[in-house]
C-alpha cells in the first residue's frame, strides 16, 4: 500500500505575525487615546519659542550669528564675542565670581597690582634720580667750595647725571688743547671727586666758541675734541679711575650756553662739562 504525501504548509505570514501585528495597534491606539485626551498650553510654548529666540537667534532664518563671523546655522563652533555673549546671557555669573575672587586671592598674596601705571612708574623712577643726583652735586658742590674752586667749576644736575663746567680759559691757552700748569691742582682734586663719588660712566665733553680756527687745528670739532681727550689722559694718568667708566667726545660749537656775539658769552661757551651718570 503506497504512503499517503503530507500536505504542504499554508502559504502566508507566519502565525506570530499576526500576533505581534494586533498588539502594535492595540498600542498606537493606546497612545492616540491618551494624545487626545491631554491638553497644550499655546501660550507658555509660544513664551518658550520667543525666550530662545531672543537669546540664541536661531529660531528665526536660522542664520544669525553671535557677534562677528561665520553663523551657528553653518555649524561652526567659531564665535569672536563668545566670551562676551555668554557673560551678558548670565550663564556664567558664577564662574566669573569665583575666577574674581582667586585674581584676588593671588594679589593679596603676592603683592601683584591689577593694572600698571607705566608713566607713573617711569615719572617716579625720574624722581628718584633726581633726588639721589640733588644730594650728590650738593656734596661735590661742597667739595669744591672746600678745594676754592668754586670760580673755575660750576655744579649742576639733572635726573640723568650731576654736571661739573670748567671753564676752558682756566684750563688752556687760546686755540690750544694742551693742558696749562696751574690747572693740574685743580685736576687733581676733581679726580679726588670723581673717585670717591662717581659709581657710574663719566663723560668728557669739550666746547667752544664759534670763531674760525686760523692754527694748528682744522676746526673747532677738532679743537673740542682735543681738549676733551688732554682731560681724559690726565684724570687716567694721575687717578685710579677705571678707563673703561670714561668717554670722551668733541662738540665744538654745537652746544653754546651762552651768546657768541658777545665776549662774555664766548668765554662762556669755551668750556669742558664731565658728566657724573647715575648708575641706578
Known sequence: ?????????PAGSPAWMAT??????????FFVLLF?????????????VASMNSSFSIFSAGATSIGEGILISNGVSQLNELAEYINSTGMTAESTNESDRIEQYDQEQHGVEKT???QEVLDEIEQQNLESNEALAEIIAEAVSESDMSDQIDVSFTAQYV???MKGAFLFDSGEATLKQESYRALDKVSIILQRYAKGEIEIDGHTDNVPMSGKYHDNEELSSARALSVFYYLVNNSNLDPLMLKHSGMGERVPVADNST???RARNRRVEIRIYNNN
Not at 1 to 9: L, S, T
Not at 20 to 29: A, E, G, I, K, R
Not at 36 to 48: F, P, R, Y
Open 1 to 9: 500500500m503506497a504512503k499517503r504525501k503530507e500536505d504542504p504548509p
Open 20 to 29: 505581534f501585528s494586533d498588539l502594535m495597534n492595540l498600542l498606537l491606539c
Open 36 to 48: 487626545s485626551m491631554s491638553t497644550m498650553d499655546e501660550a507658555k510654548l509660544a513664551e518658550i
Open 116 to 118: 600698571v601705571d607705566v
Open 163 to 165: 654736571l661739573l663746567t
Open 263 to 265: 665776549p662774555e658769552g
